[in-house]
């Protein structure tokens, strides 16, 4: 697997699918899901202006890499080297840093139909991170899921841990006119257990127990009433924040974490992956163009700060071995 990128920049629009109800545009900068409608319904926020994502500062829909999530003060230690990142929210570093890899251009390789496997490459150092990395998602529809898949090599050991950021949004109302809250739909989320954090949104160590509080989504209950739960970690992110894990899953294996469903619009999505981790963020301080809760992200990934966490699965990639990791959005 190699490829040069090119210094040209597209920014042309993608579009996938359409034939079966689901369509499904992204951008290269990015490697952005601009647009998921199913059947002529948008189901995620977006801009309408391409060109709205160069100043995006949501992560709208955005590849989030090297490492998504936060890691405690941008700093870790790696075979005995300490490496400081950039801080990029308050005193620690966030979805790759300044420049990370949802502001880069990625190369589009190949494009059909339904599909469309887009490449990047880091270079070592990049936003401090040790190793050259070489990136290559796919994006592919399949009847009315879409499908995607990471792929990763670094010539160094570093740490790697890929999501998607996408904001849904299920209701049938105009998403970008005053649309309405999310706190009308319904979620299930099969974890037991979720990460506690402290003020600065990083793990606490501890793995809480999701039963008998306001994190608890093992049936499926409206988002709203337990956004407005007394809980001291709900007061901390103003809402919820904060990753939903699963302890004994074999990380080769693609297995349902979250359903999400609007009566409003009768529309369902599940999410499926081979991560061992969910952030569940109820959109808490997105803002104009848009409102605060008017979107939900769901985003399959490692366990934040895992690098600095004694126990978390790892996001530890070595030299030569190949990052594989699949996240499936499945519509209904």
Known sequence: MSAALTDDIDD???????????????????????????FGQELTLNYPDPADYQTDQFYLGATAGRVANRIAKGRFE???VAYQLDCNNGPNHL???????????????????????????????????PGAVQVWQQFRIVDKQLELSFLALSSKDTVLNLTNHC????????????????????LQLTATHY?????????????????????????AKLVGPALKQQDQQLALAN??????????????ELKLMAVLSSSQSGRQL????TQPGLQL??????AAPFAARQGICLEAQGWPDAINQLGFPGTLLKAGELYQQQIVYKFS
């Open 281 to 286: 963020y109820t959109g808490n301080f997105l």
């Open 95 to 129: 979805h790759g840093g300044v420049t990370g890899f949802n502001r880069r251009e990625w190369q589009v390789l190949k494009q059909q139909s339904d599909s469309v496997q887009l490449y990047l490459r880091s270079a070592d150092g990049d936003q401090g991170y």
């Open 195 to 219: 990460l506690p954090t402290d003020e600065h949104a990083i793990p606490t160590g501890e793995r809480r127990a999701v039963a008998g509080t306001a994190f608890d989504f093992t049936n």
């Open 12 to 38: 042309s629009v993608i579009r996938l699918g359409g034939h079966k109800g689901l369509e499904v545009e992204l951008l290269p900068f990015g490697a952005t899901i601009r647009s998921i409608r199913l």
């Open 78 to 80: 790696l075979n005995g």
């Open 167 to 186: 904001y849904f949004n299920l209701n049938n109302d105009k998403l970008n006119d005053g649309g309405s809250s999310v706190e009308n739909h319904q």
């Open 239 to 252: 809402g919820f924040d904060h990753c939903f894990i699963w302890q004994d899953a074999d990380a080769a």
């Open 270 to 273: 599940e999410v499926l992956s």
